[in-house]
């Protein structure tokens, strides 16, 4: 199976915003910048990402995006199905029932064994993309990276990230 460059993307653009200052956000350009992207290829995936409720998107010169809850609650599973979609890596086309040597439906009572074992295959590969969380995969990162790395991008979320006002709430009005 191979998955788009925009799940490499999506992962790496959500780690980075894990690491963004309560709700500040950064701005799909930085972050396109970050990894050498083409902005409007991420925007794409971006928006994908908060279609989907993982990324939320602030509008405005000072918007961008954010995740749109903790990464303890965002796993690579969430993140592969937004950008990939939901729909399985193989998909049956039910070919042994074409070609010269096909026979009546009759003889094709029993799945295919071929779909089933794909099927199972795609089954554990999501249960372990579900078991995987964001903040784990950055925890990782903080704790395995050469130091210079983690002070690099550290310093480049904080120079890109964009602080958000926070509105007061309606009883401190």
Do not use: W
């Not at 925007?43 to 908060?50: E, G, S, T, V």
């Not at 409720?53 to 199905?81: C, F, H, K, M, Q």
């Not at 094709?108 to 078991?131: D, F, H, Q, S, W």
């Not at 002070?151 to 006002?165: D, E, G, L, S, W």
């Amino acid at each position: 199976m191979k998955l788009g460059e925009g799940v490499e993307a999506a992962i790496h653009c959500a780690a980075m915003l894990a690491g963004v200052d309560g709700a500040a956000t950064m701005p799909g350009a930085a972050m396109a910048e970050a990894f050498g992207l083409s902005p409007s290829y991420l925007l794409k995936h971006l928006n994908q990402l908060a279609a989907s409720g993982v990324l939320e998107s602030v509008p405005g010169p000072a918007g961008g995006y954010r995740l749109a809850r903790p990464a303890e609650r965002i796993t690579l599973l969430d993140i592969v199905l937004a950008v990939e979609g939901r729909e399985p890596a193989f998909r049956c086309g039910e070919i042994r029932q074409r070609g010269p040597v096909r026979l009546d439906a009759s003889a094709y009572v029993k799945p295919c064994g071929i779909n089933a074992a794909m099927l199972k295959a795609e089954r554990a590969y999501r249960t372990a993309l579900a078991e995987a969380r964001l903040s784990d995969i950055v925890a990782a990162y903080q704790s395995d990276a050469d130091p210079r790395s983690f002070a690099a991008n550290c310093a480049f979320v904080v120079r890109h990230q964009r602080p958000q006002k926070v509105q007061p709430s309606k009883s401190e009005r």
